[in-house]
């Protein structure tokens, strides 16, 4: 019978003790690297973020809480679902969305000198959000209305046509099911007028849809709120 070697055996264990030691050394340290860098990036992100917007023609800018969207011709605020879809006719066209997941929620559509006149017969508002213009400001007066087929005697016709709610015409599709809301400038109606700082006028027409299950539009008041004109 072969003799057992006790002083090889425990060398050899020792031996093992000693490379499990350094490999959970090296895992461990590899780990605590791992983190310290999650946790870094979490507070620049939490409390070094800069929100203020930057000069550009057009693009968006995301802070901790909202993204900032900025044109040559405009910028506003809006929460982190929101993003910018589409920018045509120009760079005078803008489509900007909100997403619960793969599904839009929000759609917002800005036009700039809009090169065609409002067609009545293909008009899909149904609602309307009062503003006023302070400087280069516009302030809401008001919540969204109520559907515009509210705001017609119920003798007239069911056609699309201009109707006023708080001193701002609109365009009304009365038969419309859509939650679509323009908004219209006090003692004036939906194309809004404003000049740049260098004198030239221009024109905005903001069109909102809200598909959401509950359309309240309440995401549109807090976008007019921020809405600067540049």
């Known amino acids: 019978m072969a003799l057992y070697k006790h002083h090889v055996n425990?060398?050899?264990?020792?031996?093992r003790a000693k490379k499990v030691k350094r490999i959970g050394g090296v895992l461990l340290a590899v780990s605590m690297i791992a983190i310290l860098g999650v946790v870094a990036d979490w507070v620049n992100n939490t409390y070094f973020t800069d929100a203020s917007p930057v000069s550009s023609s057009s693009g968006s800018i995301r802070s901790a809480s909202v993204?900032?969207?900025?044109?040559?011709?405009?910028?506003?605020?809006?929460?982190?679902?929101?993003?910018?879809?589409?920018?045509?006719?120009?760079?005078?066209?803008?489509?900007?969305?909100s997403f619960d997941g793969a599904i839009v929620?929000?759609?917002?559509?800005?036009?700039?000198?809009?090169?065609?006149?409002?067609?009545?017969a293909n008009e899909q508002t149904t609602r309307v959000l009062p503003i006023t213009i302070n400087g280069n400001l516009l302030n809401t007066d008001d919540q969204v209305s109520e559907h515009c087929n509210e705001l017609q005697p119920e003798t007239e016709d069911r056609h699309q046509k201009m109707v006023e709610y708080k001193q701002v015409s609109f365009p009304c599709n009365p038969d419309g099911s859509a939650f679509v809301v323009s908004v219209g400038v006090i003692?004036?109606?939906?194309?809004?007028?404003y000049k740049s700082p260098d004198g030239v006028a221009h024109t905005i027409r903001i069109s909102y849809r809200d598909s959401t299950f509950s359309p309240a539009g309440r995401p549109l008041d807090n976008i007019i709120n921020s809405f600067q004109l540049l």
């Open 187 to 193: 003692d004036g109606d939906t194309t809004i007028p």
């Open 67 to 97: 993204n900032i969207f900025r044109t040559s011709f405009f910028q506003f605020q809006a929460d982190k679902t929101w993003r910018e879809i589409s920018s045509t006719e120009g760079g005078k066209k803008f489509t900007y969305r």
């Open 105 to 120: 929620q929000h759609e917002l559509t800005i036009e700039v000198d809009p090169k065609t006149p409002v067609v009545l």
């Open 10 to 15: 425990t060398h050899h264990r020792a031996t």
